[in-house]
Structure formats: C-alpha cells, structure tokens
C-alpha cells in the first residue's frame, strides 16, 4: 500500500508528505488559492507524465536501447458536463529510434500503472477520524 498525506498550511495551501518526500499543492490565484504549488489536478497530469516516462524508461533499458532526452507531456482537460476527460500525451522520443521500436513504447506507455488505473475501475473506502 502506498501513502499521500496532505496537511492544510493556509487556505488552499497544502503539505503533501509521501514517503520521506515533501511538496506542496495549492489552487492557482483565480482559483482562491496562493499558487504555492501545482494544483491537484496538475500533479494528477504529472503524475501520468512521470509514469509513462518512466515506464518507457524501464523498457528501454531492458532492450538496452539508448532514450536519453525522451520527454513525455500530458494535457489534461477535466470533465466538464456531457464530456469525458481528456488526457493528451505527447512522447517525444529520441530520433535515432527505429519505427518498430517507437511502436513498442507507445504499446508500452498505455501500460504504466498511473495509466492502467485512470482507465480501469476504482473503489474508494472513506472514513472520518476526530482529531
């Protein structure tokens, strides 16, 4: 099982602890917030950025196929009513590689595990605790 705190700092402003990592989330001024830190919904499009990279990367290397300056981008439009939502990745891979092996990471990215879970099903399990 994996663990993300997020402990309110001030306002929107949030501590968000994983593992022995820390960083900070927070809304955009025009939102309320003080734009101390990637909003939650940017840290869930970095979250499948990050994920498919590094699972391209973990691929690679196993091949032994040289990825260096691979880059991966995610556009990410939230549902809206009546729309889906939309996430736009964009793999900019090293030009060197040939086309089977673009190929092979494509079918690889779609099976990195951030990726796998936004497409499957969730349950979520809630409760409150009285501090």
């Not at 900070?24 to 003080?34: L, M, N, R, V």
């Not at 092979?104 to 990215?109: D, E, F, P, S, T």
């Amino acid at each position: 099982m994996m663990r993300a705190t997020a402990t309110q700092r001030s306002k929107f402003t949030h501590d968000v602890k994983v593992r022995v990592h820390q960083m900070t989330a927070d809304e955009p001024e025009d939102q309320g917030g003080d734009d101390m830190g990637p909003s939650p919904q940017e840290l869930l499009a970095a979250s499948l950025a990050s994920c498919t990279a590094i699972t391209m990367e973990m691929y690679a290397r196993r091949k032994g196929w040289n990825v260096d300056g691979m880059e991966v981008a995610c556009d990410y439009t939230p549902a809206e009513r009546g729309c889906v939502t939309r996430f736009e990745l964009v793999m900019k891979m090293p030009a060197h590689l040939s086309d089977e092996q673009v190929r092979k990471l494509q079918v690889i990215a779609a099976k990195c595990p951030v990726h796998r879970t936004l497409e499957g099903e969730v349950a979520f399990d809630e409760r409150v605790e009285l501090a």
